[in-house]
């Protein structure tokens, strides 16, 4: 039997068509491995915080002592440098541990101090430049929150170093215009008329002998756009010389708009003492006299321009017939948000549902 060829004739524009769409095809099957091809062949310098490529701007550290980690992404070599205006100039160093094989990048430690009696915002860059290949990454660090408040009274200059010693010290009725201009209020006592609010130096005292006395913050105007704030103070009870305590309650009310976490516009603290047998009482009296509350912006009682905070030792006429003199210092408002809180407080962060 004879055996029949088939044969299959193109036209020679149809096989020019065929090789150009196997060469299309051939083009699409290439894994997609673009990006890491790109970067293999082009210089290229990004900073991340996390292993994977994906570029950083900005980092927040914790007020207290502590480090973070960042990645550097490069082919190229490169310079860095850190700067800032905060007078503290080291607060924040760095350490390149070299190349970290599970990141394939640099490893740069980040370690930074703690923000110590104030935590107002202090910022600074971090400059990672290659300038052979004209590529830069840069990242700025924040330590510390958006201030609202920062008072330490150091305006003030009325009286003697030992905090038992009233001698000198000056009633808020006749400070200064100056003084007085700060904003400062206290509330002035129908039994005397005259407030029962002292400056010292560098920090005031609630309240005399006689009657329990208050201080009231400025009005905080820009709170107004703020939807959680830190209130933050030092506060400690009055001692006599030979030991005698006064009592040591201290009231503290938001007034004019807002309340504290968890409802309430007046929180009630009972203070600790100094040791006036301490040789260095006058520099040893606050310690461990740090206190911290939240304050919340609600839809009942939001706060407003006209929001304050009150600082009341006992009450005005010492019902309880116990003095209640207090020494306070340091009153601070800064806003936070919500990470910011749960960084602070990790306790209460929601748990995430699995």
């Given amino acids: 039997m004879d055996q029949k060829t088939t044969r299959l004739n193109f036209p020679l524009r149809d096989i020019k068509g065929l090789w150009l769409l196997l060469f299309c ?12 091809d790109d970067l293999l062949r ?22 207290d002592e502590g480090r973070d980690t960042l990645y550097v992404h490069a082919n190229v070599p490169y310079e860095m440098f850190f700067q800032t205006s905060d007078e503290e100039s080291d607060w924040l160093t760095y350490e390149n541990k070299g190349f970290n094989a599970e990141a394939k990048a640099d ?32 990242v700025t660090v924040n330590q510390g929150f958006g201030t609202l408040l920062c008072e330490d009274f150091s305006w003030l200059n009325y009286g003697y170093d030992y905090p038992w010693d009233a001698e000198d010290e000056r009633r808020i009725d006749k400070w200064t215009t100056t003084q007085k201009n700060y904003g400062w209020t206290s509330t002035e006592l129908e039994s005397t008329g005259y407030p ?7 920090c005031v005292k609630l309240g005399d002998t006689k009657n329990g006395g208050d201080l009231i913050t400025p009005n905080v105007t820009s709170i107004i756009v703020d939807s959680l704030v830190m209130l933050r103070f030092r506060a400690v009870g009055f001692c006599e010389k030979d030991g ?5 309650l201290l009231h503290v009310s938001v007034i004019g708009g807002g309340t504290f976490k968890g409802g309430k516009t007046t929180q009630t603290l009972e203070l600790g003492y100094y040791d006036p047998s301490d040789p260095d009482v006058v520099s040893s009296m606050w310690d461990d006299s740090d206190y911290v509350l939240y304050l919340v912006n609600t839809e009942t009682n939001p706060f407003t321009g006209h929001t304050q905070i009150r600082f009341a030792g006992g009450d005005a006429e010492l019902s309880g017939g116990r003095k209640n003199r207090v020494f306070l210092d340091n009153v601070q408002l800064y806003a936070l948000d919500a990470e910011t809180y749960y960084q602070l407080n990790p306790e209460e962060k929601p748990k995430e549902r699995p």
């Fill in 25 to 36: 095809v051939v083009l699409t099957a290439v894994p997609s491995c673009k990006d890491d």
């Fill in 42 to 63: 082009k210089d290229f310098l990004i900073v991340s915080d996390s292993l994977t490529r994906e570029p950083v701007s900005a980092i927040n550290c914790r007020v």
């Fill in 107 to 138: 490893m740069i430690i980040l370690s930074y101090k703690p923000m110590g009696e104030f935590y107002k915002r202090r910022s600074g860059t971090l400059s990672f430049t290659s300038s052979d290949k004209y590529l830069g990454a840069f």
């Fill in 196 to 202: 029962a609010l002292y400056g010292r130096i560098g």
């Fill in 244 to 248: 005698t305590k006064d009592a040591n």
